[in-house]
């Protein structure tokens, strides 16, 4: 099966569903990210909401089937909103006893992790294109992830758009709940009302302890992305939370 880019779209929102995190948007892939998708999206690739673009291997009850995913039974990270790839590359690449499923709903994004994927000749990184939070909710049993990255969501900078913020009570409590008791939660953000907000929420959680006093230094094994250096550049902190699952 080989997809032009055009083939992926997102299914528009029904009444009654929760709000999206995300704003689709589109954008030029290029030669070597259209190659990419067309050629690496049936071997590495999966998406949340379309049956035509190839769906997860599911188990009998609807639970993703993580070994017939990755061939093998390793301890699973979920990555929510893996932009380009640097950072999910370099982290399952320093990591190989772990297994990374990276949920990206912007496909420039989707397409160039499969080319940083075939570079990196990795095995154990999967991409799945659409809502990550549709994904955990529907598909990823209770206590089963090792841990979940959050890094740099969409900051939703206007007030009245803070609904649509990742971190937020209901999403963390969900986000919990898939992990087994000791996976962490890492959150990273270089919007200082954000983080705030990350710490209030996360702290709040009664599931969850704080592995620092507050914040915590950037971890060594999170690499610096560009993006993010261009955060920095502009003189933005950047601050990560790192929560634990208590019970």
């Known amino acids: 099966m080989t997809l032009p880019s055009d083939a992926f779209r997102h299914v528009a929102s029904r009444a009654h569903e929760p709000l999206r995190t995300f704003h689709p948007r589109r954008a030029t892939l290029g030669r070597d990210r259209e190659r990419a998708l067309a050629h690496l999206w049936p071997r590495f690739g999966f998406s949340v909401h379309d049956d035509a673009l190839g769906r997860a291997p599911l188990r009998a009850d609807g639970s993703l089937d993580v070994a017939a995913l990755f061939g093998r039974f390793a301890p699973l990270v979920l990555e929510i909103g893996s932009g380009m790839g640097e950072t999910t590359v ?33 095995t154990n990184v999967r991409v799945a294109h659409g809502d990550a939070l549709d994904l955990v909710r529907r598909h990823v049993p209770e206590g089963t992830l090792d841990a979940v990255h959050v890094f740099f969501p969409d900051p939703w900078p206007k007030a009245r758009h803070h609904k649509r913020r990742l971190v937020q009570p209901a999403h963390v409590a969900l986000l919990r709940s898939r992990l087994r008791v000791g996976g962490t939660l890492h959150c990273a953000t270089d919007w200082a009302d954000y983080a705030d907000q990350m710490l209030e929420v996360l702290t709040a959680d009664p599931g969850l302890e704080n592995t620092a006093d507050g914040f915590v230094a950037r971890p060594a094994h999170r690499p610096v992305t560009k993006f993010e250096q261009r955060g920095i550049d502009l003189g933005h902190e950047v601050r990560d939370v790192v929560m634990r699952r208590t019970r």
Do not use: T
């Open 90 to 122: 370099a982290m399952a690449a320093a990591d190989p006893s772990r297994d990374y499923l990276a949920v990206e709903a912007h496909l420039p994004g989707v397409a160039n992790l499969l080319v940083l994927i075939e570079r990196a000749a990795l």
